[in-house]
Every structure is written in C-alpha cells, then in structure tokens.
C-alpha cells in the first residue's frame, strides 16, 4: 500500500533525479529520495505473502483435508469482498471520472494518468467477465495480479497435498527450468506460466515450512532472537541489494524476499512476538488489499480538486503520499465491518457447526 501510494502521489525518483540534480541536494533531498528508494519492495513483499499463503493454507488443510470443505471456506472468504471490492473501483471510476474527465483523455503520460486510462473498458462485457473469473483488468485494480495466483494455488492445494514428495521436487525442477531458459519460454508472460514458473514456487516454499517447522524452529531457538532478527535485516538488504541493482524487481530479487519471509515466519512463532497494533491492523489486511489501489486513485483526484492544476501531471511534494496512507487505512476499516467481517462471521458459524 506505502509503495503503491508513493509511485500514484509523488513525482518519481527518475524524474526527481532529473528535476533535482544531485550535487544540488540539501539534507532534505538526500532524505527524500532514501525514504523513496525504501518503499521499492512492492512485488517482492507479494513473494513474502506467497510463502506465508503456502504456510497458512497447509495449517489449514492439515486441520481440514476435505477439499468440498476447503474450497467452500476459501470461497466465501475471499469471493464475496473481491467482488465489492470490484464494485469500490466502478464507484471510484464514476466519482473520478466526473470530478476531472480530462485524466481519462490521453492528455497526461504519466503511469498513474495510465491507471485512469486503463479504467475506460471497465464495464465492457469481457473486461467484466475476466474481472469475475479472476482474470483482473488493470485500472485501480491492478494489484489483483496476485490474487489471481493466490486461487490457481487454493485450486490446486488440496491436490497437492496428496503426494507432497513430488510437489516439492516438480516444483524445483519447474523453476530451475523457467529462470534457465525464461527467454525460450512459450506465453511467458501469461498468468498460468507465471504461476507455474515462479509464483508456485514460493507456495511450495511456505508449505514445505510448514512441515519441516518444527526442525527449522530449533534451529532458530539456537541462533536466538536478536541474531535470528539481525541475519533477516541482512537478508532484507541483500532484497534491496539486488532491487537496485537491477533497478526493478527480478526473479533473482524474489528469492531472498522468499527466504525472509521464512525468517519471519521462524522467528515470530518461535519466539511467540506478538505486535498489538500489527494484530489489529492484520484483522483487516485482505480489506486493505483489495481496496487500497482504488483509494489512492480517489485521494488523487481529491489532491487536484483542491490543490492548484499547475501542478500536472506530476505531485512533487513529498508529504502528500504520506497522507494518503490514513486515507487508506480509513476506508479498508469500514469496507472490513461493513463486507469481508460478516464473510468472517459466517465462517465462524460454520466452523461450530463443524
């Protein structure tokens, strides 16, 4: 959310670097553009919660093996607020649309200017039907790339669990395979090849945690807390490291993004660290996914509703993202009590029922 409210709301590091050379940078400058650099890990924290999603779905399915059961829970968790969620983007996209129709005519080539024009096939048939497939648009819903892959893995996880010994080697073998011959790879860009190439792999990981937990959880116990945290920072840079590097996110970047969220996992419940206010803000997670694209769309045309249009296509004050966060956070707050809480209640009747 802090990445994708910084790359909607603030001019850009290419385009600060080129507006603000940096032998004429003060302090403030040089704290601007670090604060930037650091919210880079957008995708690479997707791999982090792909490895904890493999952990959590093999939890779950050890307590629950029966797929018609699985499949019926995960169904009314997570379709239910994905569709309102769709519904949040249409709204947005209506408010947006009649608040500055100029932002959908091609006038500003910028990539936020991109998302609003990406929305004009929004309620066209196929769009819509893709959306409901899980086949997302792009738009302000372009964070449902992962989602996409979260339920290719739901799909297929009860299945895999039957003969994991080859799943955990299939699935080694599959991505050795893709990052070897990646550029020989037939419809590589394609969700499906996505999944099976890279993104699967990260499930794997987190499931094969799961049952080796209890072996990696000694051997955090004997590195202890503060070694265990200091080697994960590392870890983390060597993430950043690699990031910059390259200057995007790359498949060589997602592995140590892998492995930290291993680290995590490891040493969390291992050292049982629990985080109040983290808890609390977990509770509505899913709402903040699936709402936060479109909301930072809306705060930004609410920005130039109220600031001066001088200012287009580009915001350079760097506070104003900042401001957006709280933005977001409101809303996934009361879209969680109003939608995704009562899919959570009705799973809780189940469950007794169970």
Known sequence: ?????????????????????VESWSLTDYLIFSTSLSTRLAVEFVILFFVLSGFSIAYSLKRNSHSISFYKKRLIRIYPPYLLALVWAGIVFIITQSMHPDFYSGTYA???????????????LETILGNLLYLPSSGFIVQFWSL??????????????????WYYRVSLFLFLL??????????????????IGVYNFYFCIGM?????????????????????LLLTGLVLLCTYGINFMMESETLWSFIPAGITGCLLILIFLTFKIKIKWLINLGRHSYSLYITHFASIILFHSIYYSIVPKESLPYIDRFYVFFLAIPFCLVVSYLFYHLIEKKTKDLLSKIRLKT
């Open 208 to 228: 094969l945690l799961f049952d080796n937990f209890s072996k990696g959880s000694d051997l955090i116990r004997r590195i202890r807390k503060i070694p265990a």
């Open 148 to 165: 996409s892959h979260e339920v290719i893995f739901y799909a297929l996880a009860p299945l895999l669990i039957l003969n994991k010994y």
């Open 1 to 21: 959310m802090i990445a994708h409210c910084r790359g909607i709301l603030w001019i850009g590091g290419s385009k600060f670097l080129e507006e603000n050379p």
């Open 110 to 124: 910028t990539p936020t200017f991109e998302r609003y024009r990406q929305m004009l096939s929004f309620f066209e």
């Open 178 to 195: 893709y990052i070897t011959f990646k550029n020989a790879i037939p419809f590589e860009d394609s969700i499906l090849t996505q999944f």
